[in-house]
């Protein structure tokens, strides 16, 4: 089978371990660059880094590179592609474009001058064109422009892997499938220790905990992927990929999987998605209020999103990290606990020196994640210095 230059993009802080999910499907060449990673391999490849890999958000096959600093360069390069290699008249198709360049201003303008060198080489050879559809295209094709430097690639995933497929109804801040993948890969879970989120929301992080310990391929769920719409899609050969992977699931957990939440609907929203995932046997989600905790806790591996930035205002965010931190001191003895927030400042409250600080963007939002060790001697606080239910973070 023929090797392909691949790109598989991600989140800025997850790149060593979309590296390592890489190596473990078995691509070469691998090199970790900004939000992405370069790897080499052939079409199976493609299929398998579609269907499995947990922290990326589209596999990216390059076409071709080139230089390029003025719209005229850029259109002539383009159009010396074989468009009707990748493309069927009858088919929509979309360009986007990124750039980081000197020399242009305007994404949507480049990716305007490749579009147009798209239709005049559909009309120049068989004198009729393909449509544009920006919302749902047969063929997404994407334009990366670093400088006078211009990669044009073939976007295998259209859809952003995020969309695992199972995630029916969200709250009002869902985060992310891949970042959540990557935040627990990133925690370093043994899958031995309970695994607990105590703020779950829609339950993301508990979905894809379940999946990480019993390797149900991310892309388990989901129905439809760019590549199935190309002129050269193996169906057979993606059959084969989804059976082998699938074959590595395991039928139980290593672990107890564990969230609370203290809104009732955000339990049944988390509950559905877990239904809608075939992890509801695996996950106990229960309505609680983290804050109104009063007895000591088993131990557990606690990765957890709670609210910050729009959620809470900033004397809000501060009390509420305090007390968060109180209550990780009181009750969570011997536990360890990996917390995303965004809002440095407040952080500071927490009252525990994080052992670890690692920078995440949260879509547009800079992030850090904190490791905190709640060592089996932390002191905990009596029952009548805990004032939690004043705080205005109960029911």
């Given at each position: 089978?023929?090797?392909?230059?691949?790109?598989?993009?991600?989140?800025?802080?997850?790149?060593?371990?979309?590296?390592?999910?890489?190596?473990?499907?078995?691509?070469?060449?691998?090199?970790?660059?900004?939000?992405?990673?370069?790897f080499t391999g052939d079409l199976a490849m493609v299929y398998k880094a579609n269907y499995s890999l947990r922290t990326a958000l589209r596999i990216l096959i390059e076409i071709k590179t080139f230089k390029a600093i003025n719209e005229e360069q850029l259109y002539l390069a383009a159009k010396q592609l074989p468009w009707l290699d990748y493309l069927d008249?009858?088919?929509?198709?979309?360009?986007?474009?990124?750039?980081?360049?000197?020399?242009?201003?305007?994404?949507?303008?480049?990716?305007?001058?490749?579009?147009?060198?798209?239709?005049?080489?559909?009309?120049?050879?068989?004198?009729?064109?393909?449509?544009?559809?920006?919302?749902?295209?047969?063929?997404?094709?994407?334009?990366?422009?670093?400088?006078?430097?211009?990669?044009?690639?073939?976007?295998?995933?259209?859809?952003?892997?995020?969309?695992?497929?199972?995630?029916?109804?969200?709250?009002?801040?869902?985060?992310?499938?891949?970042?959540?993948?990557?935040?627990?890969?990133?925690?370093?879970?043994?899958?031995?220790?309970?695994?607990?989120?105590?703020?779950?929301?829609?339950?993301?992080?508990?979905?894809?905990?379940?999946?990480?310990?019993?390797?149900?391929?991310?892309?388990?769920?989901?129905?439809?992927?760019?590549?199935?719409?190309?002129?050269?899609?193996?169906?057979?050969?993606?059959?084969?990929?989804?059976?082998?992977?699938?074959?590595?699931?395991?039928?139980?957990?290593?672990?107890?999987?564990?969230?609370?939440?203290?809104?009732?609907?955000?339990?049944?929203?988390?509950?559905?998605?877990?239904?809608?995932?075939?992890?509801?046997?695996?996950?106990?989600?229960?309505?609680?209020?983290?804050?109104?905790?009063?007895?000591?806790?088993?131990?557990?591996?606690?990765?957890?999103?709670?609210?910050?930035?729009?959620?809470?205002?900033?004397?809000?965010?501060?009390?509420?990290?305090?007390?968060?931190?109180?209550?990780?001191?009181?009750y969570y003895s011997g536990s360890v606990a990996w917390v995303i927030h965004s809002n440095d400042e407040a952080m500071k409250y927490f009252g525990l020196k994080p052992s670890c600080k690692l920078p995440l963007m949260n879509g547009p939002i800079h992030c850090k994640l904190y490791k905190f060790e709640m060592y089996s001697g932390t002191r905990r606080?009596?029952?009548?210095?805990?004032?939690?239910?004043?705080?205005?973070?109960?029911?």
């Amino acid at each position: 089978m023929k090797n392909y230059k691949l790109f598989a993009k991600t989140f800025t802080g997850l790149e060593p371990i979309l590296a390592e999910e890489i190596r473990a499907l078995g691509g070469k060449n691998i090199v970790s660059a900004r939000r992405g990673v370069s790897f080499t391999g052939d079409l199976a490849m493609v299929y398998k880094a579609n269907y499995s890999l947990r922290t990326a958000l589209r596999i990216l096959i390059e076409i071709k590179t080139f230089k390029a600093i003025n719209e005229e360069q850029l259109y002539l390069a383009a159009k010396q592609l074989p468009w009707l290699d990748y493309l069927d008249v009858r088919q929509t198709f979309s360009v986007d474009a990124t750039i980081n360049s000197k020399y242009f201003n305007h994404s949507h303008y480049v990716a305007l001058k490749v579009k147009d060198a798209i239709v005049d080489t559909f009309r120049e050879k068989i004198h009729k064109r393909p449509n544009v559809d920006t919302h749902n295209p047969d063929v997404k094709f994407n334009v990366h422009l670093d400088n006078d430097r211009v990669t044009i690639s073939l976007d295998s995933s259209v859809e952003s892997l995020h969309l695992r497929g199972y995630r029916q109804s969200t709250g009002g801040a869902p985060l992310n499938e891949c970042l959540a993948a990557g935040i627990i890969l990133l925690s370093g879970w043994n899958m031995k220790t309970p695994f607990l989120d105590p703020m779950c929301g829609s339950g993301t992080l508990l979905i894809e905990a379940s999946m990480i310990n019993r390797q149900v391929p991310a892309g388990y769920h989901r129905k439809n992927w760019g590549f199935m719409k190309w002129l050269n899609y193996d169906a057979a050969l993606f059959a084969k990929i989804k059976a082998d992977e699938n074959s590595k699931i395991f039928l139980q957990p290593t672990a107890s999987i564990i969230g609370y939440d203290k809104s009732f609907s955000m339990v049944r929203t988390a509950r559905l998605n877990a239904m809608m995932a075939l992890a509801d046997e695996h996950i106990t989600i229960e309505k609680c209020n983290f804050f109104d905790i009063s007895e000591v806790q088993p131990v557990a591996h606690i990765v957890t999103n709670p609210p910050y930035g729009e959620r809470l205002e900033e004397g809000d965010m501060k009390l509420f990290c305090k007390e968060m931190g109180n209550i990780l001191k009181r009750y969570y003895s011997g536990s360890v606990a990996w917390v995303i927030h965004s809002n440095d400042e407040a952080m500071k409250y927490f009252g525990l020196k994080p052992s670890c600080k690692l920078p995440l963007m949260n879509g547009p939002i800079h992030c850090k994640l904190y490791k905190f060790e709640m060592y089996s001697g932390t002191r905990r606080y009596s029952k009548q210095n805990d004032n939690n239910k004043n705080l205005g973070f109960d029911n």
